[in-house]
């Protein structure tokens, strides 16, 4: 099935203007598996030049893609839905030898994923316009009516994150493909066989030559200049915080949609659900080694219940699976992405270590594997109370009142998700109308979907708003048409 994508010697090719292509230069990026560092395959490391045709290609295809009619569009999404079930078991290896993810985790991601291809179909073909009179504003006349359709924006660029390369890449391929946009995909570096295999799906569900292209390279050499290339229309990102305000100071009159970092709290108030409440709390933190946006990445807690949910946090965190997916069909804790990754996670420990938090469970480590780690009695002074590990270990930060517990929430630079464990809903409500986040969940675990609602961080947390008919907004643009009736 992927033969084109790469030969025998394991060297990819991306897919431009419908042929699948190798590197000019002959230059290679080579991808390691995190789980045991064999050579998975090299990838291409695309010149400016190379990126100039992909984005012609891409503009070329648009003109003529954006007149299919959108019942075909969905046929050929739903094409795709088909293919990945099909396939599911074959790109779930690759995940799991790719970003170490556990085969049951990405079975689940390729098979939500084919759900949202779905929802998107149906959704695109449900996107209409509206007509307006114009005697419903004072002082104009009654004889004009505003015919208002929607229209792509043209060539869109999505960049997607090594942690669900499948979901996260075809989030952002969907939506613009149904509106009538073309694409142009660059996944990240560690994802980015699994990124090409996704695009050899699509074109074998028949999405013409063009319309969805890929780009890898090394971000040093043509990060900044695709993300600021003129034949680029929309910018799509899921990433770190860091890249994402790079990205934002770079471009100019480019609309972006982006997913950055997170910090996100659960809140936990006295008459809470402790032992439903320890085990969202477990659940939301430690799967995939909590290398997820959306992970809770601290604990507020009620002093008075400090130390009964603390106990129940240790309990239900010893029972989690850790080990090395090879080995292991299920796991919530597995080696992360990479070194530099386990010695940032590392670095955070040793400094709420050393100012004096107290180590419930945890913090050793073997290779690029953390075990999955718990902090209590975690200051505002720590590292762990504000930055974002992307790993195994989280913080229990005790306070004394609602009021204090929204000020440490509302303190980070962050702003993606909160969570909120009461049983009162006065009081969830109280808490979350002040609460500087995009979503707030009351009695679970912080969390991405359903797929079509929406889902936006404020603050460092991101620039506007995903979800699936909300993505497709912000890929496409009203355009209205003035009828001036003769009378």
Not at 365 to 394: H, Q, S
Request: with cysteine; aromatic share 6%.
């Amino acid at each position: 099935m992927f033969e084109a994508v790469k030969n025998s010697e394991k060297q990819f090719r991306n897919l431009v203007n419908g042929e699948w292509i190798t590197s000019m230069n002959h230059q290679f990026i080579d991808i390691f598996s995190p789980l045991d560092q064999r050579l998975l395959g090299r990838i291409p490391a695309m010149t400016t030049t190379e990126v100039d045709g992909v984005i012609k290609a891409a503009k070329e295809a648009q003109k003529q893609w954006k007149l299919t009619p959108v019942s075909e569009r969905a046929t050929i999404l739903n094409k795709v839905a088909d293919l990945l079930l099909e396939k599911v078991e074959e790109i779930a290896y690759l995940m799991m030898l790719e970003i170490g993810k556990d085969r049951k985790s990405a079975s689940a991601e390729i098979t939500r994923t084919a759900d949202f291809i779905r929802f998107t179909a149906d959704s695109g073909k449900n996107i209409s316009g509206e007509s307006i009179s114009g005697d419903r504003f004072p002082g104009f006349k009654s004889n004009k009516v505003s015919v208002v359709t929607r229209e792509p924006l043209g060539v869109v660029l999505a960049i997607s994150p090594f942690n669900y390369p499948i979901n996260l890449a075809a989030s952002k391929i969907a939506p613009a493909l149904v509106i009538g946009n073309s694409v142009v995909l660059k996944p990240a570096t560690q994802g980015s066989l699994s990124g090409l295999y996704l695009a050899r799906i699509f074109q074998m569900a028949g999405v013409p030559a063009g319309v969805l292209n890929t780009v890898t390279g090394k971000g040093s050499e043509i990060g900044d200049y695709i993300t600021t290339h003129k034949g680029i229309d929309f910018i799509n990102f899921t990433g770190s915080t860091d890249i994402g305000r790079h990205i934002s100071k770079l471009t100019e009159m480019v609309p972006l949609l982006m997913e950055l970092g997170g910090k996100d709290a659960a809140i936990v108030l006295e008459d809470a659900d402790l032992e439903k409440t320890a085990d969202q709390i477990v659940a939301g933190a430690y799967a995939y080694s909590g290398q997820r946006c959306t992970a809770v990445k601290r604990i507020i807690v009620m002093e008075p219940v400090a130390d009964i949910l603390v106990s129940k946090l240790k309990e239900k965190i010893s029972q989690l699976k850790v080990g090395n997916p090879l080995e292991h069909e299920s796991l919530d804790v597995v080696p992360l992405i990479d070194e530099r990754a386990a010695d940032f996670v590392t670095e955070l420990i040793e400094d709420a270590k050393l100012k004096g938090a107290n180590l419930v469970i945890g913090g050793a480590r073997k290779g690029n594997l953390i075990e999955p780690t718990l902090f209590d009695k975690v200051t505002v002074d720590m590292r762990l109370a504000w930055e974002e590990p992307f790993g195994p270990v989280v913080p229990v930060i005790r306070v004394k009142s609602k009021e204090e517990a929204i000020a440490i929430a509302n303190a980070s630079e962050y702003g993606l998700q909160s969570s909120v464990f009461t049983e009162n809903i006065n009081d969830a409500f109280y808490i979350a109308n002040q609460l500087e986040v995009g979503t707030v969940q009351v009695n679970n675990k912080t969390e991405r979907g359903p797929d079509h609602f929406p889902f936006l961080g404020v603050k460092a947390s991101g620039i506007g708003t995903q979800g699936i008919r909300y993505s497709i907004e912000s890929m496409s643009r009203p355009k209205a048409t003035i009828i001036n009736l003769q009378r």
